[in-house]
């Protein structure tokens, strides 16, 4: 028996890399690029550690050219999803009674998988499957993921480690059991890092799960799923179950060892998902534990005594990164009247210099939406704002599906600040902006508060610090996350715990302590060394000594 006392260190963030032209990083993902397009994967189930095909396919298609196929992949029906809650709840015992020196182990091998063996690999189909270009797949699928996983070693080691104080004579301690039950994880498209913690941070845990994971990112999500085994994650301890989403959860969802869902994905399904436990919850074991996050209405306000460049390279980057498909990403802003000719005349000067296609030209700093409904939704927002006679559109506002999904960087500037693009999530790079009197900051900041039912991201932009503190104080409760002189997206492991209330999710802060013990089960232990042996205490005396 392994009985060392083993401490994980903090580590430090994993370096981003530039792939500059003269760099050998550029030149190996170019080749994994060019050899993954020219293949056609196909993605089986995984169950119990075996590769299952039903015959019922899908397909995977590039964003950017949607006439091109990545993969074939096979849809799970009733019966392959109670063969994966046999697997799991099959694999459950052995891997909770696992030292949790062993389960970390295998999560830090993935992490060193992915850095030194499958970083190349994870980015470029990262990049294909899901339209990003080479810095948003670097900064996601590989660092993310990466720092996920090796700050978690570090937070598991300061979770065990608290322990209660013991008396004299007395033994306390508390045992972090993993839950009982499996966990469900459905994972979005738009980072695959997420996709990766969501698994492995109950996982860690001791905890077994069953992954549905988002049908657009399924290139990425496969190529996880083999890393992940060949790091040594037991079989049925993660089960991969590409197909309907519907059909997944209808078995799992009302299934007594269900004991956890671990989510990213709009606040409709995640509402769905918590009514359908509650109407279930006489059927379960244990209450099922809910850890989501959400929807977000980003927001950026701006103080007179701000920087307009500052502002303006905030609002691109902010809105338009990744197409402005980030749960983060700049919504709204609230701009004074006296910086708002400033800030307009920079962010044209940007947008003029904006290139957006094929993720595979690294000159291009956007790419697709990711699918055909999405696009759709997207313009419909769009043409909202252009049928308005007191709305404009003064950047952008055109999309082309004709080859691949692209929507134009579009920013709405609106006289009316409750106008739909300011309150409802579009998830897309559409940027709306209210230009509000100097003298009306402080009533802005009520209606910041108050126009959304997210609160997961927001940032304020001033040079003046009480008015930063001020700022910070009144939107307490406005976001999750909240930055100072910076665009609202961008959390890093370990810096930034991520997550948001209200709407947003239950705010579990991915990457922190906080999430990780949201998958255990706590016992506390008393041991007495010498036990009473009478039952009398000292106040039922009637004499002195």
């Keep these: 028996m392994n009985n060392a006392l083993f401490n994980f260190a903090r580590p430090k963030n994993e370096p981003v890399r530039a792939y500059d032209p003269c760099s050998s990083d550029r030149d190996i993902l170019k080749r994994e690029l060019n050899r993954l397009s020219a293949e056609v994967t196909d993605i089986p189930l995984i169950i119990g550690g075996k590769e299952i095909r039903t015959g019922n396919t899908g397909t995977v298609v590039m964003p950017h050219d949607h006439s091109h196929v990545l993969a074939t992949y096979h849809k799970a029906g009733d019966k392959e999803v109670h063969m994966a809650i046999e697997a799991a709840l099959d694999a459950r015992k052995a891997w ?7 389960r970390v182990s295998v999560t830090l091998k993935v992490a060193e998988l992915i850095e030194k063996k499958y970083r190349h690999t994870l980015n470029a189909v990262t990049m294909l499957g899901q339209s990003k270009n080479v810095f948003q797949a670097e900064i996601d699928a590989s660092c993310e993921t990466i720092d996920f996983l090796r700050f978690n070693a570090h937070y598991v080691t300061q979770l065990y480690n608290d322990q209660p104080v013991s008396e004299s004579g007395i033994v306390n301690r508390i045992e972090y059991r993993p839950l009982e039950g499996f966990v469900f994880s459905l994972t979005p498209f738009n980072f695959t890092s997420i996709a990766a913690n969501l698994n492995l941070a109950p996982v860690l845990m001791g905890n077994v799960t069953i992954w549905k994971p988002a049908t ?3 290139l990425s999500n496969y190529f996880l799923m083999k890393i992940f085994m060949e790091a040594g994650v037991p079989a049925g301890v993660i089960n991969f179950l590409p197909g309907q989403g519907a059909r997944i959860g209808a078995a799992i969802l009302s299934h007594p060892m269900l004991a956890g869902i671990h989510f990213t994905g709009s606040t409709s399904t995640f509402n769905h998902l918590w009514k359908t436990v509650g109407e279930n919850l006489e059927i379960f074991r244990s209450y099922p534990k809910l850890v989501g996050e959400t929807g977000g209405k980003d927001f950026v306000v701006v103080h007179s005594s701000a920087d307009a460049v500052e502002v303006a390279t905030a609002l691109v980057r902010g809105a338009f990164e990744y197409q402005g498909q980030k749960c983060s990403a700049a919504s709204r802003a609230y701009i004074p009247e006296s910086l708002w000719p400033a800030v307009h005349a920079t962010m044209k000067k940007m947008m003029d210099e904006i290139h957006w296609g094929d993720p595979v030209n690294f000159g291009n700093f956007m790419n697709a939406v990711i699918d055909e409904p999405a696009f759709d939704r997207i313009l419909k927002y769009i043409e909202l704002a252009r049928s308005d006679k007191n709305t404009s559109i003064i950047f952008g506002g055109h999309g082309d599906k004709q080859k691949g999904y ?3 960087p579009t920013v709405i500037k609106v006289a009316d600040p409750h106008f739909i693009t300011m309150e409802e999530e579009i998830f897309g790079p559409v940027l709306t ?7 009306n900051y402080d009533a802005m900041l009520e209606l910041v508060d108050n126009t959304s039912p997210y609160a997961l991201t927001g940032s304020v932009f001033a040079s ?13 409760y406005a976001a999750g996350n909240f930055y100072y002189n910076d665009k609202p997206t961008g959390a890093v492991v370990g810096q930034q715990p991520f997550g948001g209330a209200r709407a947003s999710g239950t705010n579990d802060k991915a990457g922190s302590v906080l999430n990780l013990i949201r998958w255990t089960s706590p016992r506390t232990i008393k041991e007495t060394l010498i036990p009473p042996g009478d039952f009398k205490y000292p106040f039922m005396n009637e004499t002195c000594g």
């Design 96 to 102: 909770a009674e696992t030292s949790w020196i062993e």
């Design 216 to 218: 657009t990112a399924l």
């Design 406 to 408: 692209f929507i134009e």
């Design 433 to 439: 902006v209210y230009v509000y009197p100097d003298t």
């Design 464 to 476: 003046d610090r009480k008015v930063l503190a001020n700022t910070c104080a009144r939107l307490r």
